[in-house]
């Protein structure tokens, strides 16, 4: 059974940092593009980074740029969100998704609230 389990959202203040974590279970994590997506209330889920098995990354969401640092841990099976600078802008919550041909995994989710 595929697990991707987030942790790590909560309440920072604009300027603060957070790092999201997904655990995997269940896939052979090595070999799956991990990726960070976020739905705010109202709004189409949006991808916001990737990292593939040989470690490339992209940020297909300009607003992140810069800002947000995707990185992967194979030898715990996570992959890990890094935010910095965060804004109000950035609330939403985030999910984990793994890829790997058409494999397709979603975690539950976890909300991330930007606010003073």
């Known amino acids: 059974q595929v697990q991707l389990v987030e942790s790590g959202g909560g309440l920072v203040q604009p300027g603060g940092s957070l790092r999201l974590s997904c655990a995997a279970s269940?896939?052979?994590?090595?070999?799956?593009?991990m990726g960070w997506y976020r739905q705010a209330p109202g709004k189409q889920r949006e991808l916001v980074a990737t990292i593939n098995s040989g470690d490339i990354t992209t940020y297909p969401a300009a607003s992140v740029k810069g800002r947000f640092t995707i990185s992967r841990d194979n030898a715990k099976n996570t992959v890990y969100l890094q935010m910095n600078s965060l804004k109000p802008e950035d609330t939403a919550v985030y999910y984990c998704?793994?890829?790997?041909?058409?494999?397709?995994?979603w975690g539950q989710g976890t909300q991330v609230t930007v606010s003073s």
């Open positions: 998704n793994s890829m790997f041909g058409t494999q397709r995994n």
């Open positions: 269940g896939i052979i994590f090595s070999i799956n593009t």
